[in-house]
């Protein structure tokens, strides 16, 4: 089982738009169809659409590499296999996607509550502050800091802070 620590490199919003970018075109392509529909609505989409424009790019390059079928156009499964091929260099540069994929499991590992099916905050998390005032309303309660300067309780406190982290 693979073991996460709190530190890791965090991706950047460059490789979140690239992965967005292969996901949302493979979505466009493939969502809702079965097996045997019909891949080429792709011919169909705005002429503006970034995506086409990459789609008819690589149908020309194919025919001008003596690729093109009877009809004059390359196989269809041709181009967007070299289209998601393009896409998926893309969005995984430099490691993009398994740094995402890693950066997520890391924040759900030491971030959310792992009894949940649902992404929360562990309560250590979301109740740090109220449990911190209990602590701090407990040491000033037990009269351990019974005429104590405020600020000598205070860095009392953060010993106890500091002692705590060391021993999590």
Known sequence: MAKYGSTVAKATKEEFNRVWSFLRA????????????NEEDWHNWDD?????????????ELIAG???????????????????????????????????????????KNV????????????SIMYAERNALGRVENIINSGQQKGRDPQKIIASIKRL????????
């Not at 392509?29 to 045997?36: A, K």
């Not at 959310?112 to 309560?123: A, H, I």
Request: proline share 3%.
């Open 48 to 60: 503006s659409d970034e995506d086409k424009k990459m789609l008819l790019k690589i149908e020309k």
């Open 66 to 108: 003596g690729d093109e079928g009877w009809d004059g156009h390359p196989d269809n499964r041709l181009i967007l296999y070299e289209f998601m091929k393009r896409k998926f260099l893309c969005a995984n540069y430099s490691g993009s996607i398994g740094r995402i994929l890693l950066d997520c499991e890391t924040l759900i």
């Open 161 to 168: 802070i500091e002692k705590s982290k060391k021993e999590n």
């Open 112 to 123: 959310c509550d792992p009894k949940l099916d649902y992404l929360e905050f562990k309560p």
């Open 26 to 37: 493979m979505e466009a392509l493939f969502e809702s169809r079965s097996f045997f529909s």
